[in-house]
Structure formats: C-alpha cells, structure tokens
C-alpha cells in the first residue's frame, strides 16, 4: 500500500488540488513514506521466503533473524519516526522470535553458513553439540531381545538392562568415535564453486556424510512458518464440495500433490 501510493502520489495530489481537497492528505510527509518502505522492505522478503514450500526454509531462519537485527540497529541518521519504529521492532524481536536450538543446527546443515561465524560462541557451540547428539541417536541400534527362555533361574534376580537410546544423552564423548570424524571432515569440506547452489541436491549426492544426510532428509523438511499448511487446507477445502464428498483421504492426497506441484 505504501508502494503504491509512493508511486502515485503526485496523480493523487494534482487530483486533489484540482478538487480543492488536498488538506485531506497534508500530514503525509513523502520522504518518511519513502523511509517507511525502504525499513519494511527487508520483513516482507523475508515473510515471502520463509513461507516458501516448494524449497526448503527452516535453514534460513537463523540467517534472517541476524540480518534484521542488523537491519532495526538504530543509526545517527535515522528520523527520529524511524528510530521510534526500530526500538518497538527491536522488542517485538526479542519477545517473540526467539529462536530454538534446531533452527541452528538446521543452519549448520547449510555448507555455506555450517561454522555459524554470525552467531555467538556460547550458541554455535550448543548447536554443533546437539548436532552430535542427534546424529549418535541416528547411529545408535537399540538391540531387542527376542529370547523367552525362563532356563536361568537367576535371571529374573538380575536388574533390566536400559535401553542403550534411552541414556545417550548422558554417554561421555568419544574422541574416536567415527561419526565425530563425520562431523569434522563435514566442517573442513571444501564447497566447489557453483552458479546456483541447491541445498537438497548437495544432500541427496552426499553420500560421504551418511548420517548427516539422514538428518538433513527430515530437518530440511521442517517448514519454517504455518503459511505452507494453511495454504494446503485451503487447497483441500476447495477439493472438497458438496459434490465430491465421497473422495478418499488417498485421493484428496493426490489431488492436493499435483495442484502445489505441477
């Protein structure tokens, strides 16, 4: 809207000055619009991409929330409507976008951003720990023991034995342990140069990192606002009318796969 009439405001006030009424739009100082558009640019592309669901969004969150924050940094030579603006931005920020631990890691999956040199030390260390948590729990084979016998008479004296994913949490760290290497030649993996970089198809012919790859597969999938899933109910619910009330959820699936996609 403010676009809108940043273009056209000249039409408007020859309009109004011809019918004697441009009092009605005499408060409005143009270059505080211009200024207004210039500060909201930034929020509305990130609103548009991160609501994106045909390409992956969660990894750019932590990304964006650093750049408006950057971006609602108070300047000598802001107006003062604009540094007004800023501060209320700056506490909206900071009361509801906190962002989560796998929004980090989700980051790091990123080749380009994997050392998160933008984020604090005290974070970017927590995140890549979580990292390595998750991909111990992707490793990690619980064993199930398929034996009735009932032959030892003491066994029924001897306590459970705790399920080895239930505790992983708690296992020290293992210096040798071969996923850790993983992690490690992931973060001294030299990224060729590439045009147009897809970070689904980096993941798909990954096949040197496999356990990171079983996380990308599901973390990536994670969309990064509700936008995609109300899109998709209002997707369904123009399928289904009073007319087509007998279409099976497998259709309705179907139907709802090609309309978002082709």
């Known amino acids: ?21 441009l009092d009605k739009i005499s ?13 909201l640019k930034p929020f509305s592309e990130c609103a548009e991409i ?14 964006w929330h650093y750049k408006l924050n950057q971006h609602i940094d108070v300047r000598a030579d802001d ?24 929004h980090y890691i989700a980051c790091t999956l990123d080749p380009h951003y994997r050392k998160l040199t933008f984020v604090e030390e005290e974070k970017r260390e927590r995140a890549v720990g979580q990292l390595k948590i998750l991909m111990e729990k992707e490793r990690v084979e619980v064993p199930v ?12 004296l001897e306590p459970p034995s705790p399920k080895v994913g239930r ?29 147009e970089f897809d970070i689904l198809c980096f993941w798909k012919s990954a096949k040197e990192f496999p ?16 936008a995609s899933d109300e899109r998709v109910f209002s997707t369904i619910g123009k ?23 082709f």
Not at 27 to 39: E, P, R, T, Y
Not at 85 to 90: D, F, N, P, T, V
């Open 50 to 63: 991160l609501s994106g669901d045909k390409y992956p969004t969660i990894h750019l969150v932590a990304l």
């Open 211 to 226: 356990t990171l790859q079983k996380i990308a597969k599901w973390l990536l999938a994670v969309p990064a606002s509700q």
């Open 79 to 102: 107006s003062s409507e604009i540094k007004l603006l800023k501060e209320q931005c700056r506490r909206c920020m900071q009361e509801y976008l906190n962002l989560e631990d796998l």
């Open 167 to 195: 505790f992983i949490d708690l296992q020290d760290p293992d210096d040798n342990d071969g996923e850790l290497s993983e992690i490690d030649k992931y973060f001294a993996y030299k990224l060729p140069k590439e045009s």
């Open 27 to 39: 408060k409005i100082d143009d270059d505080v619009v211009n200024q207004l558009i210039g500060f």
């Open 239 to 261: 399928a289904i009318n009073p007319l087509r009330t007998s279409l099976s959820g497998g259709t309705l699936s179907q139907l709802t796969l090609i309309h978002k996609n």
């Open 145 to 156: 023991d398929e034996s009735t016998s009932t032959a030892d008479s003491n066994r029924d």
């Open 1 to 21: 809207m403010l676009e809108s009439y940043a273009r056209s405001s000249q039409e408007v006030k020859k309009i109004l000055c011809e019918k004697q009424k």
